[in-house]
């Protein structure tokens, strides 16, 4: 599968990269998932928050999932580790799905391997995105 184009905010770069310095420092439990974040924001484009298109996922955006195999939506916000309740539907960057799905575009679909097995999920909407509701610094 050829790897997709991703955006990130120059803010949210900047808080991502102090995300991993940080936590590779003092958190070996999520070794893993912080290294599939490091590869994600090397293959990135980095974009002014005032330029960043608004069909891309952000740090704390919201926004609605389908599952291609089942046909379930799954709706949450994308936040940072800190700030992640699944009972809030927050979900962490470091989770698989978050870092997987950061800087996607709405209608991209993506692949994951979970403990089950291979899980396609497509991004149906954007319902937040901080940037093109003006919100640039959250």
């Not at 980095?46 to 609605?64: A, C, F, G, L, Y």
Request: net charge negative; aromatic share 6%; charged share 35%.
């Amino acid at each position: 599968m050829r790897e997709r184009k991703i955006y990130i905010t120059n803010f949210d770069m900047k808080r991502l990269k102090e995300l991993v310095e940080v936590a590779t420092e003092f958190s070996r439990q999520d070794e893993k998932h912080l290294e599939d974040l490091e590869n994600e924001l090397q293959r990135s484009y980095v974009v002014d928050s005032k330029d960043i298109p608004k069909d891309v996922i952000t740090m704390n955006s919201k926004v609605r999932l389908r599952d291609l195999d089942n046909g379930k939506e799954i709706i949450f916000s994308l936040v940072f580790p800190a700030e992640a309740d699944i009972d809030q539907n927050r979900l962490s960057v470091l989770a698989p799905i978050g870092t997987a799905i950061l800087g996607c575009k709405t209608g991209d679909v993506i692949q994951l391997n979970v403990p089950a097995g291979m899980r396609k999920l497509k991004i149906e909407e954007i319902m937040y995105q901080p940037e093109s509701a003006g919100n640039y610094d959250l």
